[in-house]
């Protein structure tokens, strides 16, 4: 059983479009992180979130962090192609030991 | 690039062979982290170490092992290798100064077929 369900699993949108991804779990946790991992490479950090109700903008991306610390969403406004990529939600469980969820696959269409 | 370095980056074995996996932590960072990458599981943590010592387990199987060496590279060990052990294996580094929300450093991967 997956610690953190991401939804959708894989989402296709023309470029200028908006998208929404989303990330649960039954579980609180101390801070939620979201990657971007593009083909052939690691996960690259894009942002922490900590406090309850958090939102946090990544110049086109913003991140909010649900007011019970279980769930995350992603936002992004007017994608881009150099959006597209494989979005993974972590949380932290502890000694910064992190459980990831499988990803959300965002292809932008130009 | 993260400053994690990972060799090699692809490997293709046969089932029952053991294999030894890489990985230079960034300058100055005394934690290194292994995950497993399948496209069923996602990405899983294996093992934790911390200046040469075992922080944490995760989904780590018995026919896997990992060491941080004295100069705080480290190795990720897999033997008696299985089909499903073919996945991507990442390393990550941080700092792990005490504090809670550090940044792990993903480095590029190795990509492991097993035949």
């Known amino acids: 059983t997956q610690l953190l369900e991401q939804s959708p699993q894989f989402l296709s949108i023309q470029e200028g479009e908006n998208l929404t991804v989303y990330c649960n779990s039954s579980?609180?946790?101390?801070?939620l992180q979201w990657y971007r991992q593009e083909p052939g490479e690691g996960p690259v950090l894009l942002v922490t979130?900590?406090?309850?109700?958090e939102v946090k903008k990544l110049k086109r991306l913003t991140f909010q962090f649900g007011d019970a610390r279980k769930d995350s969403s992603l936002h992004i406004t007017a994608a881009q192609p150099g959006d597209t990529g494989l979005y993974l939600c972590?949380?932290?469980?502890?000694?910064?030991?992190?459980?990831f969820g499988k990803g959300n696959q965002v292809v932008v269409i130009p | 690039d993260s400053g994690v370095t990972q060799t090699p980056k692809h490997l293709i074995t046969a089932t029952g062979q053991r294999v030894t996996l890489r990985c230079s932590p960034r300058?100055?960072?005394?934690?290194v982290y292994w995950y497993q990458q399948s496209l069923d599981q996602g990405l899983q943590f294996l093992i934790q170490?911390?200046?040469?010592?075992?922080?944490a387990k995760g989904n780590i199987l018995e026919r896997f092992s990992a060491q941080q060496f004295p100069d705080l590279h480290s190795e990720l060990n897999l033997s008696s290798l299985e089909l499903g052990d073919s996945a991507l294996y990442f390393c990550?580094?941080?700092?792990?100064?005490?504090?809670?929300?550090?940044?792990?450093?993903f480095g590029p991967g190795t990509r492991l077929l097993v035949l």
């Open positions: 990550a580094s941080s700092q792990d100064q005490g504090g809670q929300q550090e940044t792990q450093y």
């Open positions: 579980s609180v946790f101390s801070s």
């Open positions: 979130v900590v406090t309850g109700g």
């Open positions: 972590a949380g932290e469980q502890g000694n910064n030991r992190l459980a």
């Open positions: 300058s100055g960072d005394l934690s």
């Open positions: 170490y911390y200046n040469g010592e075992e922080r």
